[in-house]
């Protein structure tokens, strides 16, 4: 009896070391790769920023009787500059494509539609097409712009991207023109004018997890305007001088954003 007690407790011993030993070789299987940020859905953004502008300025005079354009003075290029502020919105939709490493970070890749409006003080002085020794301010009040964006994500929460589009900017039109030489006004102006034209872009977004679906965006933007006569008209008649430039508007603007998105569904988790 006293000899099945001793073996009975060999094989129970026994037993239970090769059942550790399996449990120890069956580990449990890895978790899932963790849930990270959502790019699909709509957003919306305010902006503020700061922006130059060229202004490329070609005399002419205009002979009412033929119609022929001769040129009146030497092209000038009127330089201005100032802040920016508005928002605009959009809807990204993120996708993957291949695996995740190397050059294109995480393998995921957002594609999106926008349109943004800013309110603008950029400024400048430009001279008088009738007499250079006069000039006068302008400025470009407004600018709002239609397109898309394409972009990679370099770690989940981290979004590079691409931009471009159409876009529309008004210049103001200039006040009297004036001369300091012997405070003289000349009594013409040139009226404001809307101007349309492309844009390109780039930028950056960042969602810091901080505050649920808030991200902080920074692009920087050049626009470019299609060229387009601009007569000097007489202040007392509303007539034209036949005094015109032939502008085109090229603009620069680096804004900074803060944005709100409405995420569809809920994080994306890769598949790599």
Not at 83 to 102: E, I, S, T, V
Not at 192 to 215: A, C, D, H, K
Not at 253 to 267: A, D, Q
Request: proline share 6%; net charge neutral; hydrophobic share 40%.
């Amino acid at each position: 009896m006293r000899k099945l007690v001793l073996a009975l407790a060999a094989t129970a011993a026994l037993t239970g070391q090769a059942f550790a030993a399996d449990m120890a070789v069956k580990a449990p299987p890895p978790p899932p790769p963790a849930p990270v940020a959502n790019w699909t859905g709509c957003y919306i953004a305010g902006s503020v920023g700061y922006g130059l502008y060229d202004n490329e300025t070609n005399s002419r005079f205009r002979d009412p009787v033929t119609g022929t354009d001769f040129v009146a003075g030497a092209n000038v290029n009127v330089a201005g500059k100032g802040w920016l502020a508005g928002g605009g919105g959009g809807c990204d939709y993120q996708f993957g494509l291949g695996g995740g490493g190397g050059f294109f970070g995480t393998g995921q890749f957002v594609i999106g539609v926008l349109a943004d409006y800013y309110w603008s003080d950029m400024r400048g002085d430009r001279p008088s097409i009738v007499s250079p020794f006069f000039s006068a301010q302008e400025k470009v009040n407004s600018q709002w712009a239609v397109g898309g964006r394409i972009g990679w994500l370099v770690n989940p929460n981290t979004l590079t991207y691409f931009s471009g589009g159409y876009t529309e900017a008004h210049l103001t039109g200039t006040g009297n023109f004036f001369t300091p030489i012997n405070n003289t006004f000349l009594g013409t102006v040139i009226p404001g004018r809307t101007v349309q034209g492309w844009f390109l872009g780039g930028g950056v977004e960042y969602q810091s997890g901080w505050i649920p679906n808030l991200t902080w965006k920074t692009e920087y933007r050049v626009s470019e305007y299609n060229r387009t006569d601009r007569f000097e008209n007489v202040i007392a008649t509303g007539l034209s001088t036949n005094f015109f430039s032939s502008d085109r508007l090229i603009t620069q603007t680096v804004m900074t954003s803060l944005v709100y998105r409405f995420n569809w569904g809920g994080p994306v988790i890769p598949r790599y």
